[in-house]
């Protein structure tokens, strides 16, 4: 157990819709990332938050939004989704500071499908 | 372009058969580079951390080794329980790029 949950397990969508993803992540972990992983491939990093705020986004367009909030949680927020988002979406905390990937804990994913 | 890549895809090997799985990269910047284990259905679990060339580290029968290049994760005498995917990831300024995991099957 890392002690990071995600909710929720699976959900299914049509395209475009928008969702909403959450994560917890365990207390003092400051440092929240997400991530996009499409079957039989590694993780593709989507943006990080630091203390609710965005310091490093990967390949993703505008669509793809995120907040922090103070009590450890997160939110992956997908507007107008298409067919390619579906995917295993996984977001890791740590107690790192702004820019740090290290030791991060990952929690289970939400699995999405968009049809 | 920045970019990860891991060989073999697949390995299967027998129980107590050690062997290296390889992570080659090219980044502008390593400011690090992370191994991790996926089992089915799981997210990643961090295994290792690698700052410079040359460092290694070990945890039980898996060991990481850093060249300027690529990467190496050592499975000594492995067994059924080390099945998994492994992944490897490389820090460059403000983001992390996975490769695409190379998929070990231990059998008894």
């Known amino acids: 157990e890392t002690g990071v949950t995600q909710s929720p397990t699976h959900l299914i969508k049509t395209r475009g819709q928008q969702v909403t993803l959450r994560c917890s992540s365990q207390?003092?972990?400051?440092?929240v990332s997400w991530y996009q992983q499409a079957l039989g491939q590694g993780p593709q990093f989507i943006f990080q938050y630091y203390r609710e705020e965005e310091n490093g986004r990967g390949n993703f367009p505008p669509r793809f939004s995120g907040l922090q909030f103070p009590n450890y949680s997160s939110e992956l927020n997908v507007n107008a989704l298409e067919l390619d988002d579906s995917a295993l979406y996984l977001c890791a905390s740590s107690t790192g500071t702004s820019g740090s990937f290290d030791t991060q804990y990952f929690g289970p994913g939400t699995r999405l499908t968009v049809l | 372009e920045d970019q990860v890549t891991q060989s073999p895809e697949a390995l299967r090997l027998q129980e107590g058969e050690s062997s290296s799985l390889n992570c080659s990269y090219t980044v502008s910047g390593l400011r690090g580079l992370f191994w991790y284990r996926q089992d089915p259905g799981k997210g990643p679990e961090f295994l290792f951390t690698?700052?410079?060339a040359g460092e290694e580290k070990e945890k039980e029968r898996l060991k990481a080794t850093l060249t300027k290049k690529e990467s190496f994760l050592h499975i000594t005498a492995p067994k059924p329980e080390d099945s998994a995917t492994y992944l490897c990831?490389?820090?460059?300024?403000?983001?992390?790029?996975f490769g695409q995991g190379t998929t070990l099957q231990v059998k008894p």
């Open positions: 207390s003092g972990h400051n440092t």
């Open positions: 990831a490389v820090q460059d300024t403000g983001k992390l790029i």
């Open positions: 690698l700052y410079s």
